[in-house]
């Protein structure tokens, strides 16, 4: 890193910054994804039951009744809050890939020019 230009040196240490974010958004949204498709599956079977049907749900620790109607409702819910956020994550790591894109080709443009000295 001796050699390497102080201005080069700082978008390295900003390039490394953005893949970290990068990699938290990627792992956020993996975690969303899974938790979206639960939610889906979940939602694709509740909607399968009659009406009258006996559903139970978690609550912390607790496991309790509920209606099928109230639990759809929930899930509903769920899915859409799971897609905004996921739609969310989505616009991040867009940005992050589009600021990595644009700082490789600074510090590759910074690197061709010859060192004053």
């Given at each position: 890193?001796q ?13 490394e910054?953005?893949?970290?974010q ?18 889906k ?42 897609e ?7 616009r ?26």
């Amino acid at each position: 890193m001796q050699n390497i230009p102080p201005q080069v040196q700082a978008m390295l240490g900003q390039f490394e910054g953005y893949q970290q974010q990068l990699q938290l958004v990627v792992q956020q949204k993996g975690k969303v994804q899974a938790e979206l498709t639960e939610a889906k599956k979940a939602l694709e079977e509740i909607e399968k039951l009659p009406d009258d049907a006996v559903i139970y749900k978690t609550v912390g620790t607790l496991i309790v009744k509920t209606e099928k109607e109230k639990a759809v409702q929930e899930l509903k819910e769920k899915v859409e809050t799971l897609e905004v956020r996921l739609n969310a994550l989505e616009r991040q790591e867009k940005k992050l890939n589009e600021k990595l894109k644009e700082l490789t080709a600074q510090i590759q443009s910074a690197l061709r020019q010859p060192v004053a000295g």
